[in-house]
C-alpha cells in the first residue's frame, strides 16, 4: 500500500494535481474565514451609525459631567459596562469599561490642539487602582469649531459600581461619575 502511494508521488501529473487541489481547497477556506475589519470604517461622512453589539453587559449610567482641558470642553456624557463590545478588537481583561465623550473645542481654540490621550488619559478605582486605557476611539486633534465624540475602553478584572469610577486628565484634571 505505502509502496503504491509512493509511485504515484512521483508521477509529476499526480504531484501537479494534489498542488492544484491543496490551491483551491486554500482559497475556499478564506472565503469562509475571518473577515478583516474595513479600514475605511468612520473615514467616511455617513449618516448611519452602526450598531455595536455588546457581549455580556452589566450596567450603564449617565455622567454628563464636563470639565475644561486646555481650552477644550470635554463631557463625559456615558460610562458602560461589558464582557465585550463589537467594535473594540482588542481583548484585554475580564470586562471593559467604556468613557463616552464629547469634545468641544473652546472659543479661543484657533489652531489645532493636539491632546495626548494615550499619556494622559487614566481611570481612577474607588480602591485607589489606576488603569490606562486599552483603545481610544477620539482624534488626538481638537480643530477649531469642531466638535468630536468618542471614548476609551479601559480594562478591568472585575465588575465595578460605574458611580464610583473617575477619569483623570493628567494629574490636575478629573471627572467623577457619581
Known sequence: MISQVKNLLKSRRVRVTL???AIAIAVVLSFFGPKEPDPNIALT???VTPTIGITNPVGTLAVNRSVDFRDVHLTVTKVQEAGAFSDDPKRAGTYTVRVQVHVQPGDTVQSPVGIDYVSLVRLALSNGQIIS???INLPPVVLPRQPNDGYFDFPVTAQVPLSSLTLR?????SVAFR
Open 169 to 173: 486628565l493628567g494629574s490636575d484634571t
Open 19 to 21: 498542488a492544484l487541489l
Open 133 to 135: 486605557p486599552k483603545l
Open 45 to 47: 461622512t455617513d449618516s
